[in-house]
């Protein structure tokens, strides 16, 4: 009997008008900074190394280059966080 009375209301509850709509997507700004330099893959592994024998494990801070048109991943800096366990 208890079933009968809860889908009437999860009904009304599902069929209710968004308060919110949406028309077109924002428009962001893509920032480019030309002075940040890529790693290469000899500093990305030594720093790595040094975050391991820290007993502290490796974090890769990554930014967007936009290379022949298309827009690429890069590693700029390699940051040091304490383990989780």
Same mark, same amino acid.
């Given at each position: %009997?208890?079933? &009968? *009375? *809860?889908?009437? *209301? $999860? $009904?009304?509850? =599902?069929? #209710? ?5 949406? #028309? ?5 700004? *893509?920032? $480019?900074?030309?002075? @940040? /330099? /890529?790693?290469?893959?000899? !500093?990305?592994? /030594? @720093?790595?190394? !040094? =975050? !391991?024998? #820290?007993? %502290? ?12 048109? %298309? %827009? ?7 940051? =040091? &966080?304490?383990?989780? &366990?």
């Amino acid at each position: %009997m208890r079933i &009968f *009375l *809860l889908i009437p *209301l $999860l $009904l009304v509850g =599902c069929s #209710s008008t968004p308060t919110h709509t949406y #028309s077109n997507p924002p428009t962001v700004q *893509l920032m $480019l900074d030309p002075k @940040a /330099q /890529q790693m290469s893959r000899n !500093e990305v592994i /030594q @720093a790595t190394i !040094e =975050c !391991e024998t #820290s007993h %502290m494990r490796a974090v890769p801070v990554t930014t967007k280059r936009l290379i022949s048109g %298309m %827009m690429s991943d890069i590693i700029i800096d390699v940051q =040091c &966080f304490p383990r989780r &366990f």
